[in-house]
């Protein structure tokens, strides 16, 4: 018989209660108890919907009270020195001072550095380790919840993170190899086995996600090694997840490994099935990743009901599982509960509860007659879909056709665009900016909502967020900020902003997926073609620039962000939506432009985040999302200065194509890494503007002003002082106006120091 399995489910909770206790045991109003209550509810929850939606074996350990492989490191004990105290003390304590570093009682700490989850828009946090790195099992997570689910009578299979992709995932501080760790936690992972054998546990989805990306012969010798030596431990039974992409040529040694079984992502790569099912050992189990765990479409079963027939040919039921293609921690929870989406575009949907369902279909097609109502039901909806009216816009087509490549470049150079905006801007050495959003205050979210609800009339909300605005922009001023920002007071999200005003763009009310820790969104669904129908920030930012007589930034979201955290529609290539979206904000830019704006900054925090895993695949990437960027903006004059911003993301790799957007200004994310990042432009020499961010503004601490003139007495090292900018590492939106205010005005001071120390003392 078939098994229904899932390889992770979402952890936040349909209405974000665990963001709720998390943030409230922060604020120190909820005791540790109750934060694990909350917990404890929702794992059982959870659990109990996917047994109901037909799963037969449900996954445990894929719960985090922040992330799996903050988890993971700090099982392993894999904690570095300045946090050693405040997890022997106090485990919990120590744990979230590792994600969001600490400030008080003699001690102040970073959080460890943070980046994004392979291609996804999940953030892990990267584990620090060391040459005389030591492991020991520190906690028994996996085991606790595996007897949690256990006692609570559901077949569970416990998920850890594999021991190679873990230490390829994390980062040595002395620069030594980190697989030269391999033999110090082998019997640390031998040792949990145990335990989970012991504890009853048939089988442990043991993931190994970095096996689809290219590996070298150093990274071949650690799996096989890993894998003989557990070979030979007691332990249960094996299955090694990989997702979001093809095994590829690292087919013919994975299927070598002493493992019980495998699992294949047929969502992204469709085409490994056949070498993979050739070539598997006639003993191991294989698990189909059929539905798309990272999109909300539903899938077209008629497209994989014959591959999963032939699978069920070639090695029976009895060694056949289904699953999604991947954890369902990228998708909302359950689609039944959004009751304000259109009609036809909520038939076209599957979240995780759906998904589930919609494997339990497939499973069913394989051995009854049960199946084929919802098999014509699903045909139907794909039929609708393929069909819609509001799918496909001429107009849109028709202009998407008329773009030549004039379009995508600027009037005149960078030397000669930076001479004319230094000559309207009349900016100080070390400009001093912010990179767009300040606090969502309680107030202002309560304002937001009483609007949408109508309880706060059109007039009331806009004179509600004139005064925030105002009180934002003299704040600015006050502190001697350079250029400004109006606060984006008005906006709920980067994305979800832009998207209501779009067409083309539906919303979900509970459609909320993590990001990171307590962070999360809810992405817009991209189901059709877009358009701009009408300006979107004009008004703000001309109202903005009404209030100070410094420059004031215009911000957008760029059109590689847009789509990269958005759920995108899947019938066109990912290529052409992107050029839609970058023809709709260049309207935007030159609207803005026209309104007196001089300072436009186009995000793109997920340019790197979209780059294939496989290197054989980034030029064609890369070429269209620089070239869609340069599309959105190149319609201004020289005088107008263009920014953009990136974070949590490695640049070395494509620095190039950093540079061929053309930006004139580009901030990044630089703080948590001690600025290594501007490693990368050391290699290469970028020619245009730079803020490295000074703080983290994903922490609570604030830091000191002498702390951020170290860091750009660093970036001095590697720059040319005159290309350099000093911003925060991110927007404020989740911080505090406290903070916001005490480490706005140290940085400030830093750049008023920087200047004194690299130019009035020469």
Not at 313 to 318: A, F, L, M, N, Y
Not at 338 to 343: F, R, T
Not at 509 to 516: P, R
Not at 523 to 552: C, E, K
Request: charge should be negative.
């Amino acid at each position: 018989m078939t098994t229904l399995t899932n390889l992770g489910f979402p952890r936040i909770g349909v209405k974000r209660e665990l963001k709720q206790a998390l943030e409230s045991f922060w604020r120190g109003e909820a005791t540790a108890s109750e934060l694990q209550d909350t917990a404890s509810a929702l794992r059982k929850r959870h659990w109990q919907l996917q047994r109901e939606a037909g799963a037969d074996v449900v996954p445990c350990n894929d719960f985090s009270l922040y992330d799996h492989v903050l988890d993971t490191a700090f099982m392993l004990d894999a904690i570095p020195d300045r946090y050693r105290a405040l997890a022997d003390a106090n485990p919990l304590s120590g744990y979230f001072a590792l994600a969001r570093g600490f400030q008080g009682d003699g001690i102040d700490v970073h959080a460890l550095e943070m980046t994004k989850w392979f291609d996804t828009n999940y953030h892990y946090l990267v584990p620090e380790l060391h040459e005389n790195q030591t492991f020991r099992l520190r906690s028994d997570k996996p085991v606790a919840e595996f007897l949690e689910a256990k006692k609570l009578g559901f077949k569970a299979r416990p998920v850890i993170v594999g021991p190679v992709s873990f230490l390829l995932l994390s980062k040595t501080v002395d620069g030594s190899d980190r697989l030269a760790l391999l033999d110090r936690l082998i019997p640390v992972y031998a040792e949990l086995l145990g335990k989970l054998k012991d504890a009853g546990a048939d089988w442990v989805q043991i993931d190994e996600p970095c096996l689809v990306l290219d590996q070298d012969s150093d990274d071949q010798a650690a799996y096989r090694h890993a894998y003989r030596a557990l070979a030979n431990v007691k332990r249960p039974s094996l299955l090694l997840a990989t997702y979001f992409g093809a095994l590829e040529d690292n087919l013919s040694w994975v299927t070598s490994l002493p493992v019980d079984g495998l699992h294949i992502d047929l969502v992204r790569a469709p085409e490994q099935f056949d070498a993979v099912i050739d070539s598997l050992s006639s003993q191991w189990v294989l698990s189909l990743g059929i539905v798309d765990g990272r999109n909300v479409w539903r899938t077209d079963l008629d497209r994989v009901l014959p591959l999963v027939k032939r699978a069920h040919q070639r090695i029976g039921g009895e060694r056949l599982q289904l699953a999604p293609s991947c954890s369902l921690l990228h998708v909302p929870i359950d689609v039944t509960l959004e009751k304000a989406l259109p009609a036809g575009v909520y038939s076209w949907l599957a979240f995780a509860r759906q998904k589930i369902e919609e494997l339990r279909t497939v499973a069913d097609a394989l051995s009854s007659a049960n199946a084929l109502h919802a098999l014509e039901t699903a045909r139907l909806r794909q039929s609708s879909r393929k069909n819609s009216p509001d799918v496909h816009r001429p107009d849109v087509a028709k202009r998407l056709a008329q773009i030549d490549g004039h379009a995508s470049r600027r009037m005149s150079d960078y030397t000669q665009r930076r001479a004319v905006q230094q000559q309207r801007l009349r900016l100080p050495a070390f400009p001093t900016t912010t990179i767009g959003s300040f606090p969502q205050t309680h107030e202002v979210r309560e304002a937001r909502a009483k609007y949408k609800s109508n309880k706060l009339s059109a007039a009331d909300y806009e004179t509600f967020l004139q005064a925030e605005t105002q009180r934002c922009v003299r704040f600015q001023e006050d502190i001697g900020l350079d250029v400004l920002v109006h606060g984006e007071f008005e906006r709920n999200d980067m994305v979800e902003y832009f998207g209501e005003q779009l067409d083309g763009f539906a919303f979900t009310k509970l459609g909320w997926v993590q990001s990171y820790g307590s962070r999360c969104v809810k992405p817009p669904i991209i189901y059709g073609d877009v358009r701009r129908p009408s300006p979107m920030t004009v008004a703000w930012s001309r109202y903005a620039q009404s209030l100070t007589r410094r420059p004031m930034k215009g911000m957008l979201t760029g059109p590689v962000t847009v789509l990269q955290w958005s759920f995108v529609r899947d019938d066109q290539p990912r290529a052409a939506t992107c050029r839609q979206i970058a023809l709709a904000l260049r309207d935007e830019v030159l609207d803005l432009e026209a309104a007196g704006i001089g300072v436009i900054q186009i995000d793109e925090p997920a340019l790197r985040e979209g780059l294939p895993l496989r290197r054989n695949q980034w030029n064609t990437y890369l070429d269209w999302a620089t070239e869609c960027f340069r599309l959105a903006v190149c319609g201004v004059r020289d005088e107008t200065q263009i920014h953009t911003h990136m974070c949590y993301s490695e640049f070395n790799d494509i620095m190039d194509s950093v540079a061929a957007m053309d930006a004139d200004v580009i901030s990044i994310e630089t703080s948590r890494s001690n600025m290594e990042l501007l490693d990368a432009f050391v290699k290469f020499r970028y020619p245009n503007d730079i803020g490295p961010g000074v703080y983290d503004i994903h922490s609570p601490r604030v830091p000191r002003s002498a702390e951020m003139t170290q860091l750009l007495a660093r970036a001095v090292s590697v720059l040319n002082p005159n290309q350099l900018w000093v911003n925060p590492d991110c927007g404020l939106k989740t911080r505090g106006w406290p903070e916001t205010r005490a480490a706005l005005v140290q940085m400030v001071e830093a750049a008023q120091a920087m200047r004194h120390i690299v130019f009035e003392s020469v």
